[in-house]
């Protein structure tokens, strides 16, 4: 073979080895390929043997809807504040009152400190002051910071914070006043920047049926929105200046403070309470007309406080029953006296129980609610004009208002200091007079009826101090006192004096009404107690 052939060979024989490699190559490809169709089909059918006749769903691109309620949201939240207090409950400094030989192998969780089991009382630790936190809403109506909530939510708090949505800084507020007869607060903070206020409406315009959004936080739910409808107007369920918005847009502990607002983003009210049996929302939420708010609003950013007048009258709240008398006495309108404060501006002007009030500076006086709308609103120091008629004889007076405040100073139902009910142990009184640490307040009428109360006297607790004589024995919020140590008891001034003829060491026994079902659905019946122990010294 010569060298030519040779490479020719050569060269035949690489191309048949090349040729091979190929035709592996693509063999092995087609296996690949062929092995994961199979795969993947008998995967698919597998897969697809659940449901045969299901098509596989597509997640469609974001598509954002609008409406109404989305507008408000966005529109009213960046002026929503969540707020949060805290407060330092101080302990009971004075020695606790030992326990009964039966009661001293019981503790509250059925386990006894071994230092009090070996050592006794005497050995206690003092128990240190401990931080009581709460929460609730508000709304910004300034943009340099001024913010509107309930006084429930900020009052005897040590330290008052605001939450912004959308910013995570605690902003420190103060307090710049209150009016504690419609539950309002005042607070201010340093944001730094104008804040967005929100628009107010005229409350009187609000229908039933309208539309109601309620935002806040809820059990501490930031910018929480609920909607709903007005159920009522004009709800009288709790004080004299109080007529609530009623709505069935939920709101729930936590929503207090928070604005409620119409179809347009205006302010209509200031939820403030819920009617419930389980602490929650139930369908039943009022809320507090803007219009009585911002009066008190505008005195309170004037002066700190707010001032009404009053000419010291007291008169039947029942409107329906006083109608229908006024109607039986021959009048269309007006107010008939039950009660004359005394040496208030009505007694000194010469009005007397069971005189008929017709008009103010010549103007009808509608109702008890009209008396004291007009009234309220002048300043102390301004005369007026009354008429009235007393036994068919036609009258006229002239009375000079006063600040009601110092008219009914020492009348519970006008609240010294902050609060709705009135602790007497607050009361500077003589060394040796003894702490209860309960609020009270008188039974009205109103309140007999609706508590279905028909025994004559007693006061109804309205607070309990943590740790003080009166928990320890047992006293209870809505507690009704009939008697202390066997004397009777109607007033806070049977209270207090009883109270201060006590010191530490006497025994003291309580006789409390609680309500218990009665026989009938909707019936109340009241049971009694007596309720003793021995007050700690000082």
């Known amino acids: 073979m010569n060298r030519q052939t040779w490479l020719i060979w050569m060269n035949g024989l690489r191309k048949q080895k090349v040729l091979s490699v190929g035709l592996v190559m693509l063999t092995l490809c087609i296996g690949v390929l062929l092995g994961t169709l199979l795969t993947t089909g008998v995967s698919a059918a597998r897969e697809q043997a659940a449901a045969p006749d299901a098509t596989p769903l597509t997640i469609p691109p974001v598509h954002k809807l609008s409406n109404d309620f989305t507008k408000l949201a966005q529109m009213l939240e960046p002026s929503v504040v969540f707020i949060s207090t805290e407060q330092t409950v101080k302990p009971q400094t004075t020695n606790r009152k030992r326990r009964a030989p039966q009661q001293q192998d019981e503790e509250e969780d059925g386990m006894q400190d071994p230092l009090r089991r070996f050592f006794g009382m005497p050995f206690d630790a003092q128990p240190m002051p ?19 909530t309930n006084l429930h939510v900020v009052d005897n708090a040590d330290s008052i914070k ?6 995570k800084t605690d902003y420190k507020a103060k307090l710049i006043g209150s009016d504690p007869e419609i539950d309002i607060a005042i607070i201010k903070i340093e944001a730094g920047k104008a804040l967005p206020p929100l628009k ?15 935002i806040g936080a809820p059990f501490g739910l930031e910018t929480s929105v609920t909607a709903g409808i007005v159920s009522a107007t004009g709800r009288d369920i709790a004080q004299q200046f109080q007529r609530f918005i009623q709505t069935d847009a939920a709101i729930n502990p936590g929503n207090s403070g928070g604005p409620l607002v119409n179809i347009n983003g205006e302010v209509i009210g200031i939820n403030t309470m819920i009617a419930t049996s389980s602490g929650g929302y139930q369908g039943i939420g009022f809320a507090l007309p803007i219009n009585s708010a911002v009066k008190s609003y505008n005195q309170i950013i004037r002066s700190g406080r707010v001032s009404r007048g ?14 229908n008398t006024l109607k039986a006495l021959g009048f269309k309108n007006g107010v008939i006296v039950e009660s004359v404060k005394a040496e208030g501006p009505a007694e000194k002007a010469g009005i007397k129980p069971d005189d008929v009030l017709v008009a103010l500076n010549g103007k009808p006086i509608k109702n008890g609610d009209d008396l004291v709308s007009q009234v309220s609103e002048m300043p102390s120091g301004t005369t007026v004009s009354v008429s009235l008629d007393r036994d068919g004889q036609k009258m006229e ?15 519970l139902a006008s609240s010294r200091g902050r609060k709705e009910m009135v602790d007497p142990d607050n009361e500077k009184g003589t060394e ?3 702490r209860f640490g309960i ?12 508590y279905q109360f028909e025994q004559q006297g007693g006061v109804e607790v309205t607070v309990v101090e943590d740790g003080s004589f009166a928990e320890e024995i047992g006293i209870r919020a809505k507690d009704i006192i ?4 066997r004397m009777p008891v109607s007033s806070f001034e049977d209270v207090k004096k009883i109270q201060g003829k006590l010191k530490g060491g006497d025994a003291v026994a309580f006789k409390v009404m609680r309500p218990v079902a009665g026989n009938r659905r909707g019936e109340v019946q009241w049971a009694g107690t007596y309720l003793s122990g021995t007050l700690p010294a000082k």
């Open 130 to 148: 401990r931080k009581r936190e709460g929460s609730g809403s508000g709304f910004v109506l300034d943009k340099n910071g001024y913010i509107m």
């Open 162 to 167: 605001v939450r912004l949505t959308g910013d």
């Open 200 to 214: 107010i409406s005229n409350s009187d315009g609000v229908q039933v049926g309208d539309w109601a959004v309620a």
């Open 310 to 323: 009053s000419i010291g009258i007291r008169f039947p709240r029942d409107e329906a029953s006083m109608t």
């Open 397 to 411: 007076k002239k009375v000079t208002i006063e600040d009601r405040e110092e008219v009914f100073k020492d009348d």
């Open 432 to 434: 040796s007079s003894a």
């Open 439 to 450: 609020g009270i307040r008188p039974l009205t009428a109103e309140k007999r009826k609706e």
């Open 482 to 485: 009939v008697s202390i140590n």
